[in-house]
């Protein structure tokens, strides 16, 4: 009986050895749970079906890609344990993660330290670009968006500004960005209030800056919903500026967006889709029943992109970078990816748009396009 055990223990072990030696894994942090898990539920979507498409021609020189998800709940400190904890217990050598900039900065180090892979679909905190050489960024750079909507309100002809922001990494970068570039054409800023991501109740911040009527009014919150609230209370109070934002706009946002000018860029939810684009779409809708947004292109844009990495022979994390840094451009579902010496995707122009009264219709170019680099 004792060598009948002995036996099955090595056949187990044997079969666990070969099941390893079988399949590929990638690490994916998201904030699957919490005020972001819409978002992250479409990012997991998104890298998921970048899987199942590898998955089904063959994987990665005969294994399966797997990835193992993990909850950050847009949380930095939980972001940091879910990424140890792959590094040590699973040996990932790729991460893909966070969408937010809090979270993704605090994994940075680690990426560096265990030379790990670690690529953000959306983070767009300008620290960023100097966090690492194993960091890289599909997002948009603050700095870009935020420049042109400062351009377009100078423009515009307007002469002053308030800033309106969210006390946080990004909201600071956006602040200071704004300030700077509106200042620098010899305009005014003349207010700039802050608030708690939690706050509920903003006008005690909005009532300053109605005394000082300005021009424009720059707003950078944690998300569009935010941004529409902000917007929602100051019209309550009669304020009649020019409101701007900056980023990725969700869908359901948009029907209280009226008059709001939002810098984004371009790429997957703009008309004309390449032919990559229209196949992510039409894949995308009959895996999940859903309609894909921006942070779903991202996130399989991500993916794909270290599948490719892996299927030029890559397998550490120096190997993926190395791959990511000779390669630099790729095609994707969020339109041209290009790759710059921080590791930011500066491949996509800026397109800045006024959403139209009633919110249901498209919204209209008012500016063309601001050339990426």
């Known amino acids: 009986m004792g060598s009948w055990k002995w036996l099955l223990s090595i056949l187990v072990l044997a079969l666990c050895c070969r099941a390893d030696r079988s399949s590929l894994q990638l690490g994916v942090v998201l904030p699957l749970t919490g005020e972001q898990a819409l978002l992250g539920e479409q990012a997991r979507r998104g890298v998921e079906l970048a899987l199942d498409e590898a998955n089904r021609t063959g994987g990665i020189a005969g294994s399966k890609v797997r990835a193992s998800f993990q909850d950050s709940q847009g949380d930095s400190s939980r972001a940091a344990s879910a990424m140890l904890g792959m590094i040590r217990e699973h040996h990932v050598q790729i991460i893909i993660g966070d969408l937010l900039s809090g979270p993704t900065l605090a994994m940075a180090p680690i990426a560096e330290a265990h030379r790990v892979v670690l690529v953000t679909p959306s983070a767009s905190a300008a620290t960023i670009s100097a966090a690492g050489r194993y960091i890289f960024r599909l997002g948009p750079l603050d700095s870009r968006e935020v420049a042109a909507s400062a351009g377009w309100a100078i423009t515009q002809g307007f002469h002053t500004a308030a800033i309106v922001f969210v006390l946080d990494r990004r909201g600071d970068d956006q602040a200071r960005v704004f300030r700077e570039s509106f200042s620098a054409a010899g305009r005014s800023v003349v207010s700039s209030e802050s608030f708690g991501s939690g706050t509920d109740d903003l006008r005690p911040i909005l009532l300053p800056i109605r005394a000082k009527h300005p021009d424009v009014i720059f707003l950078t919150a944690q998300d569009s919903r935010q941004v529409i609230e ?28 009226e008059g709001l000018m939002v810098a ?50 890559a397998r550490t994390g120096e190997e993926v970078r190395a ?49 990426a680099p």
Do not use: C
């Open 264 to 313: 984004r860029l371009k790429g997957f939810d703009e008309g004309d889709p390449t032919p990559t684009q229209r196949q992510f779409r039409a894949e995308f809708r009959e895996r999940f029943r859903a309609k894909p947004d921006w942070f779903a292109a991202h996130a399989y844009d991500a993916a794909t992109m270290v599948l490719e990495g892996l299927r030029s022979g």
């Open 230 to 257: 902000v917007v929602h209370q100051a019209r309550g109070l009669g304020i009649e500026s020019q409101f701007l934002a900056a980023g990725p706009f969700l869908p359901e946002a948009e029907s209280g967006a």
């Open 323 to 371: 791959f990511l840094d000779h390669r630099r451009e790729f095609q994707g579902a969020s339109g041209r990816i290009l790759l710059d010496d921080n590791g930011d995707d500066v491949g996509k122009a800026v397109l800045l748009k006024v959403f139209s009264v009633g919110g249901h219709s498209p919204p209209t170019e008012v500016v063309g396009l601001t050339p």
